[in-house]
C-alpha cells in the first residue's frame, strides 16, 4: 500500500492512484513490489527536524528516505519538502510537477537499491530517474 500525506503543506495535485501505479511499474523493473510506502510532504522546516533528528545533518534537503525493506519487497517512509522540490525547480529550469515527481521515484529508486553519494553514482541515478519518469506516460 502506497499512502500519501502532508504536515504544514497543503496535499501536491498529484493524481494518487496513478502515482501509486507508475510507482509500481518502476518498482517492477527492478524486480521488487511494494510493501508499505509512506510519503509525507512537508516544508522545509519540518525536513530539517527530520534530518536533524535522524541523520544528524543540519541542512535542507528534498527528500529523506527511510529504508524498511525485506527482500524483494519495498518498504519505506518518504520524506519530501515541497519548498524545496519548488527551489529546485527553479534552479534547474524545470516545471514544478516535472521535479516532484523525479523526487518521487527518486526515493522509490532508493528503496530499489539505488545510490547517489558514491563516484559515478549520481549520473547513474539521473539516468534511472529519467528511465522512471518515461514510464509516467
Keep these: 500500500m502506497i499512502t500519501y500525506n502532508c504536515e504544514n503543506v497543503k496535499m501536491p495535485l498529484i493524481r494518487r492512484r496513478d502515482t501509486s501505479a507508475w510507482i509500481r511499474r518502476v518498482a ?3 524486480g521488487k513490489k511494494i510493501g508499505e510506502v509512506g510519503y509525507l510532504f512537508c516544508d ?3 525536513i530539517l527536524e527530520v534530518n536533524r533528528e535522524y541523520l544528524g545533518h543540519d541542512y535542507y534537503t528534498d527528500i529523506i528516505t527511510f ?3 525485506e527482500g ?3 518498504n519505506g517512509d518518504l ?3 515541497l519548498d524545496t522540490v519548488r527551489s529546485n525547480a527553479e534552479l534547474f529550469h524545470k516545471e514544478y510537477m516535472e521535479e516532484l515527481h523525479r523526487v518521487i521515484i527518486h526515493g522509490i529508486l532508493h528503496l530499489c537499491g539505488q545510490n547517489d553519494k558514491g563516484p559515478g553514482e549520481r549520473e547513474q541515478m539521473e539516468e534511472a530517474e529519467d528511465r522512471a519518469l ?3 506516460a
Design 79 to 81: 520524506v519530501i519538502s
Design 67 to 69: 529504508d524498511y525493506c
Design 28 to 30: 517492477a523493473t527492478y
Design 72 to 74: 524483494d519487497v519495498l
Design 44 to 46: 522545509d522546516e519540518k
Design 134 to 136: 518515461a514510464l509516467r
